[in-house]
C-alpha cells in the first residue's frame, strides 16, 4: 500500500525546492535589470519580497530544524 502522506510530503517538498529555484532566478534577473536600468515601482517591490522571502524561509526553516532536536 502507498503511503499517500509521504508522497503528498515529498509533493509539497519539491514543490518549495521548485519555488525557491524560480524565485532566486528571478532575484538574478532583476538585479541584472537593476544594474542596466532603474526598476520601475514593481520591480522594485519584487526585487524587496524576494529577499525578504528567503529571509523568512531561512528563519522559518532553521527553527524547524532547531525544533526537531
Known amino acids: 500500500m502507498i503511503n499517500l502522506v509521504g508522497l503528498l510530503e515529498n509533493i509539497h517538498e519539491a514543490s518549495v525546492l521548485l519555488l ?3 524565485s532566486f532566478f528571478y532575484y538574478r534577473h532583476l538585479k541584472k ?4 536600468r532603474k526598476l520601475s515601482f ?3 517591490s519584487m526585487f524587496i ?3 525578504l522571502a528567503y529571509l523568512l524561509w ?5 527553527l524547524l ?3 526537531k532536536n
Open 33 to 36: 535589470i537593476k544594474r542596466e
Open 20 to 22: 525557491l529555484l524560480c
Open 49 to 51: 519580497i524576494t529577499q
Open 65 to 67: 530544524i532547531l525544533d
Open 58 to 62: 531561512a528563519g522559518s526553516y532553521l
Open 42 to 44: 514593481f520591480e522594485y
